[in-house]
């Protein structure tokens, strides 16, 4: 059974199988270009993956409700465009768990997600940001061609990351 790909606007759904080992939080804007680079990632991963090893989820914005879904699995993964670097290229980092301090704004960082999970519900996921350098963030939902040929090479890498 593939895994399930949800997004921000999908209605929660009672699970009544075990809680994935693993959960890739797919997050950026799908009408911003090389911005949804994220979600194609998502889509190809939905395809090959089993539900019941994976939560393959995707967002517009890191938001501190997702502390929860975090604090729930061994090992979260974040994908995302970075808006400098050489288009195409591909960074992937290990991730700690920053300060969760009492200013919101609208956009958080994985790290200050993590800080949520660990001051909530007192747990430490091992977490890796995966992010591909864009060069069109233009309004469209296509890739621009250095991005579109790179991308099997970024899904391979969080792939890895999910059986490693």
């Known amino acids: 059974r593939p895994a399930k790909l949800s997004t921000a606007f999908a209605a929660p759904e009672l699970r009544l199988h075990m809680t994935p080992r693993a959960l890739v939080l797919a997050y950026g804007n799908p009408l911003r270009s ?47 465009a970075a808006g400098e670097g050489e288009p195409g290229q591909i960074e992937c980092v290990e991730a700690d768990a920053g300060t969760a301090d ?39 939902e296509a890739l621009s061609t250095t991005v579109r040929d790179a991308l099997p090479q970024l899904v391979k890498r969080v792939s890895s990351l999910i059986v490693s």
């Open 102 to 140: 009492g200013n919101f704004t609208h956009v958080l960082t994985p790290q200050q997600v993590l800080a949520f999970a660990a001051a909530l519900y007192g747990m430490r996921p091992q977490a890796f940001i995966v992010s591909i350098a864009g060069e069109n963030f233009d309004h469209g």
């Open 34 to 80: 090389d911005d949804g680079v994220a979600w194609h990632v998502a889509r190809h991963l939905q395809k090959r993956l089993a539900a019941d090893d994976v939560e393959v989820m995707c967002v517009h914005q890191l938001t501190p409700e997702l502390a929860e879904r975090i604090a729930k699995v061994e090992r979260v993964i974040f994908v995302d």
